[in-house]
């Protein structure tokens, strides 16, 4: 099925195509349209539309180009023939006014799909599309009482639509339908459309003739500057347009006055007509406006606070990790906010980090104390509360951890030890290094008492032939930690130029014997 006619046809119908007008599932862009002068309709080349199998765009804008009744409200200029290029009557004017006082952004209407848009304002009364012109009034009885809201409830109904659109993010049919609603809202800027034979008013005598004339003049008028754009719904905003042209209001005539003094060369009566044209514009941008609002995303918040902060201590350091807030409040996040204290009442900021990192260290605590932490998430617009807090205990100190084991450089008979700090101070800082030695792996002596900034000793006491067996403890206030792992350095008996490294692996067990060196870990003191 290469394209869609919609003809002429029952109500239920005609509703149908209001809802479905548009194969939105289709596709997201609209292709070029071309004339299909064997058809005499307007369609895309499936080729066009890749997986779509039905024509999107002439499911919205076919029609065959047969003799079809002319516009029964505010003049459309006629049926488009041109669906790409709609014609422009009063409907159009008035549509393309609202969008001019528009405060955000509507370039799906004024640009992307401005065709759609207009065409929309076509189909209330075009018996091919909906065709209900016996819905296109509103009536109020005298002492300002609402009679019939017709109007009205069908401008609500296709808002409704139109906002459904918006919020899948079909610009297409939403434009579509925000036309169509712009109709339903204008129309009772006709004074014909709030009198009838029903009314209080009587049924009008000036009706096509006014809005035919009034059609000749969207060329040569514009909106005055200085509008003030509303925030109204569209069942209000048509309600108030007509109640304006029934009773007057302003520059603008009550309906029977317009009706009984119809003269278009009166002067009062003219500025009525125009009035009428900016009140119809003003009403259907307010409600423009208002369906904006209602879809656009709400405008960013401060975050909410993190979310499972944990704190671990280790080492007698203290590690925190938590998880990003559950809603960043729609600005993005772009650091975080680290709180400590030593009660939940007393705050103080320690630390913040980016907001790609969900953990942090610190380095400052002292032993047999408990410590509150909380961390806050930061966003271009604000900071979060506070997370819950966590609590760290840290410990009692002991004894630092061994230093790293010694590495031995053996120069003639001297042997210089070098070794790394305890990957662990015991909680409280190393004080100083205790250097033993001894000619076997049970015996040992201190040889040497260093401060805490010593990472290096030399032993120049050894004598040629012996075998020397190291090891380093750490000391801190609470007492020495425990040997490292020992080195064994074996003096040649020959006096030798070279400077020979003692190498801590298993080859230099086996070269023992040639007289190198031999390495063995032992724990505790003598």
């Not at 059609?215 to 048509?238: H, K, Q, R």
């Not at 002067?267 to 009428?276: P, Q, R």
């Not at 030890?417 to 409280?428: F, M, Q, R």
Request: net charge negative; proline share 5%; hydrophobic share 40%.
């Amino acid at each position: 099925m290469d394209h869609l006619l919609f003809l002429g046809g029952n109500v239920a119908r005609k509703e149908e195509h209001l809802q479905m007008h548009i194969m939105h599932s289709c596709c997201s862009s609209v292709p070029t349209v071309k004339k299909d002068n064997a058809m005499k309709s307007y369609m895309v080349p499936s080729t066009m539309m890749g997986k779509c199998q039905v024509s999107m765009f002439a499911a919205l804008l076919t029609f065959t180009l047969l003799g079809l009744p002319g516009a029964s409200a505010w003049s459309n200029g006629g049926y488009s023939a041109d669906p790409g290029n709609p014609d422009y009557g009063t409907h159009d004017w008035i549509a393309d006014g609202a969008l001019s006082i528009q405060t955000r952004d509507v370039t799906f209407l004024k640009v992307t799909y401005h065709s759609q848009f207009l065409l929309g304002t076509e189909a209330p009364d075009n018996p091919d599309y909906i065709g209900d012109t016996a819905n296109h009034h509103v009536y109020f009885k005298t002492g300002d009482l609402l009679q019939d809201d017709a109007s009205a409830v069908r401008a609500s109904e296709v808002y409704n639509l139109a906002k459904g659109y918006l919020q899948a993010k079909d610009y297409l049919s939403a434009a579509y339908d925000i036309g169509v609603m712009a109709h339903y809202i204008a129309d009772p800027g006709v004074f014909g459309h709030t009198m009838g034979s029903s009314t209080d008013w009587g049924t009008e005598v000036h009706h096509s003739d006014y809005e035919t004339y009034a059609n000749s003049l969207v060329g040569s008028i514009t909106l005055p500057s200085g509008l003030t754009l509303e925030d109204m719904s569209a069942y209000d905003a048509t309600l108030r347009l007509a109640e304006v042209v029934t009773f007057g209001e302003g520059s603008i005539q009550s309906n029977i006055w317009m009706d009984s003094n119809y003269d278009w060369s009166n002067s009062v009566f003219y500025s009525s007509a125009i009035a009428s044209l900016y009140e119809s514009a003003e009403m259907v941008a307010a409600v423009i406006n208002h369906l904006m609002i209602e879809v656009a995303p709400p405008p960013p918040t401060a975050p909410d606070p993190p979310t499972s902060l944990t704190a671990t201590v280790d080492n007698y350091d203290v590690q925190l990790t938590w998880n990003p807030p559950a809603d960043d409040g729609g600005a993005g996040l772009t650091w975080y906010k680290i709180y400590r204290g030593d009660s939940l009442t007393s705050q103080i900021l320690m630390k913040s980090v980016e907001s790609d990192k969900l953990f942090w260290t610190d380095t400052t605590v002292q032993v047999e104390k408990t410590y509150y932490y909380w961390v806050a998430a930061i966003s271009s617009v604000g900071t979060s509360d506070k997370s819950q807090h966590t609590t760290a205990t840290i410990p009692p100190a002991v004894a630092p951890h061994p230093p790293t084991q010694p590495a031995a450089v053996l120069s003639n008979t001297v042997v210089m030890l070098t070794w790394s700090a305890p990957d662990s101070d015991g909680g409280a800082n190393i004080t100083g290094y205790m250097i033993y030695r001894g000619s076997s792996p049970s015996s040992r002596i201190l040889m040497a008492n260093l401060e805490a900034n010593s990472l290096t000793w030399s032993d120049t006491s050894t004598e040629r032939g012996e075998t020397y067996h190291y090891w380093v403890t750490a000391v801190n206030s609470v007492g020495e930690g425990d040997l490292s792992l020992e080195v064994t350095v074996i003096i040649p008996a020959k006096k030798s130029s070279l400077v020979t490294p003692v190498l801590i692996s298993a080859i230099t067990l086996a070269l023992a014997s040639a007289g190198v060196l031999v390495l063995r870990r032992r724990r505790g003191k003598a």
